[in-house]
């Protein structure tokens, strides 16, 4: 819902933040996941100061409120780097715990404060580490799996230097993306900094010991996350769609008008 | 009855199917809306097109559907009805032992009947553990450790009052404790995709068979560690299944860890009925080969129809002491019929 006098480019500013948002289960951006509801900026503002309202919304109201709350306070920090955004005000619909998550991540309470009874002694940052080193293993098997493919074989992949690693193109969209956000983490995560250091370290720094054996880890940790990728992928596009048997092969209609992206 | 396209007779027990009112009259409050809204969205989400259904019937539907879409349209010999209260949801519980045992005794022989308890009732729960066992003869529970009750946001399968009530059972003869480890569907607390509890319970309940719907996805690897460690825990295919349609690589992946891990004997087929329909999910099933790399990656495991005969039947046909040959029988000399009624 965008007024007229709005300015497309701030909006796109907001939207370039929001791309920078991941799930963190799934290492997604919330936005390709259509997460994201409603994006609305109040217009004309003060210098620095303008209010930016994001609207989101999970594929079931049960969805994990840590995940949520993850989700909820990168949305907020993102949005708040533009330098012309005073505020950004996140709302989370239609959830279990939308109206606890929503006052939280608006008063800059801790989840541990809110979420005491539900989750109790949850470390949000333990969390956010667990799912770090499930997005860092994930995007590493993509880009071996496509190297082996390439023809390389699994001793020239460990003993491969970044500076190799960088210079290889990959036809294929999604392993060029995945290749970039997997570079992107090593150097994030000072996994691997110079040209000369190893592309392919495990996420404790050391070098890949037994290659079947690792990959099989690898495997497990993309099963489980596509498992709840797909599940989420589709339950949001599901949710409040309804089997419409009227003509000669159903159809799924939306059937609920706050459902609009 | 399930007939291959060669002819052959497969038996089918199905090992997770439900007969529930999520209508709109029984809904408690938003909760019971929006519990059976987000089956509603596995449905749609995962069935073929032609198998939808319209939600007021998937809200509530009826015997006759239940036996129709089993046994009559359905390829089913026998289900497991396992039953689940959410009495905070639904004024008259969602499936609770009662509606399940009243279509159980109209069709005698199709129906296994599971029971339910919360160890965190106490006393209260071991009292109705002796009264399911008195009353409907159950053989096996089923257990969602994630359910909350009171302030509680879920328990463990290793929790003391647990194992006071996995003694009973034991005592009692309820051998088989299925335990829904899988998707977020009803509030969770942090630890209800762990599976780790079922370790422990396995190991000191070695008489006790422990059967885990969804095969703890998403921690399928957790799980078939567990599983393969403990040679009483089995893994239900509830929810992993469906991926066969809408993505039939993505299903050979987790089936090839399954039988690579695990292996044939300890795999359960399950419609999870009416989330899904059996039907579809057989004829997939018996259609389905593994994809040769995904087969390389793990040992060359393969779906031979002797392991898809044990997956869909005589799996589970022997943990509640089924005797196939015998029901066979039976079943053919009283074929079913819409006339049952």
Not at chain 2, 23 to 40: A, M, T, V
Not at chain 2, 75 to 95: H, Q, V
Request: aromatic fraction near 12%.
């Amino acid at each position: 819902m965008t007024a007229p006098h709005l300015d497309d480019a701030q909006l796109n500013q907001v939207w370039a933040r929001l791309d920078l948002v991941m799930d963190p289960e799934l290492d997604e951006p919330v936005t390709d996941m259509g997460f994201i509801e409603a994006v609305s900026i109040n217009w004309p503002q003060a210098q620095n100061s303008s209010t930016v309202h994001i609207s989101f919304r999970l594929p079931t109201y049960w969805c994990s409120p840590n995940f949520a709350f993850l989700m909820a306070a990168d949305i907020k920090r993102q949005v708040e780097i533009l330098p012309w955004v005073g505020q950004a005000v996140v709302t989370l619909q239609d959830h279990m715990a939308a109206d606890e998550m929503n006052a939280a991540i608006n008063s800059g309470a801790s989840f541990g404060t809110v979420f005491e009874g539900l989750h109790p002694g949850e470390n949000l940052e333990a969390l956010r580490e667990k799912f770090d080193i499930k997005a860092f293993q994930r995007r590493q098997e993509v880009v071996i799996k496509a190297l082996i493919a390439m023809g390389f074989l699994p001793a020239e992949i460990t003993a491969m230097p970044r500076g190799l690693l960088d210079a290889i193109a990959l036809d294929d969209p999604e392993n060029a993306r995945q290749k970039a956000r997997y570079l992107a983490i090593l150097s994030d995560k000072q996994l691997a900094l110079t040209a000369a250091d190893p592309a392919f370290p495990t996420w404790q720094g050391t070098p890949i010991a037994d290659y079947p054996l690792y990959m099989g880890l690898l495997r497990s940790v993309r099963i489980n996350m596509e498992f709840s990728g797909s599940l989420c992928r589709g339950l949001k596009q599901s949710r409040y769609q309804q089997a419409d048997l009227s003509g000669p092969v159903p159809v799924l209609v939306t059937h609920d008008s706050h459902a609009c992206r | 009855m399930y007939v291959t396209p060669e002819g052959k007779e497969i038996f089918v027990l199905d090992g997770h199917t439900h007969f529930w009112d999520g209508s709109p009259e029984n809904q408690k409050n938003i909760h019971g809306k929006q519990f059976i809204e987000c089956f509603y969205a596995y449905h749609t989400n995962l069935s073929p097109k032609d198998q939808l259904w319209a939600k007021a019937k998937f809200e509530k539907y009826t015997e006759a559907d239940l036996y129709n879409d089993l046994f009559i349209d359905g390829p089913d010999d026998m289900a497991i009805l396992n039953s689940t209260y959410l009495k905070d949801f639904y004024k008259n519980g969602f499936n609770t032992i009662e509606r399940n045992a009243t279509v159980a005794k109209k069709y005698p022989n199709r129906f296994i009947v599971n029971g339910s308890f919360d160890p965190r009732d106490g006393e209260k729960a071991l009292e109705y553990i002796h009264f399911m066992k008195e009353t409907y003869d159950i053989k096996g529970v089923k257990m969602y450790t994630a359910e909350w009750n009171g302030n509680s946001k879920g328990w463990k399968l290793n929790d003391p009052a647990a194992y006071k009530c996995f003694e009973l059972c034991d005592k009692l003869g309820i051998k088989n404790i299925h335990v829904h480890k899988g998707p977020t569907i009803i509030p969770l607390n942090k630890d209800a995709f762990d599976v780790h509890d079922v370790d422990y319970a396995a190991t000191d309940f070695q008489n006790l068979n422990w059967i885990i719907e969804h095969c703890g996805l998403p921690r399928l690897d957790d799980f078939c560690w567990i599983a393969t460690q403990e040679t009483n825990v089995y893994g239900g295919l509830a929810v992993a299944l469906p991926f066969i349609h809408s993505r039939p690589r993505y299903f050979g992946e987790v089936i090839a860890e399954l039988l690579w891990w695990i292996g044939p004997e300890k795999i359960l087929f399950g419609s999870d009925y009416a989330i899904w329909t059996p039907k579809w999910l057989v004829e997939k099933l018996w259609a389905y080969q593994i994809p040769e790399d995904i087969s390389a990656e793990r040992g060359g495991v393969q779906l031979t129809d002797e392991i898809k005969e044990k997956i869909l039947g005589l799996n589970a046909a022997r943990l509640y002491n089924i005797d196939v040959a015998a029901r066979k029988a039976e079943f053919s000399a009283h074929p079913m019929s819409i006339a049952a009624e």
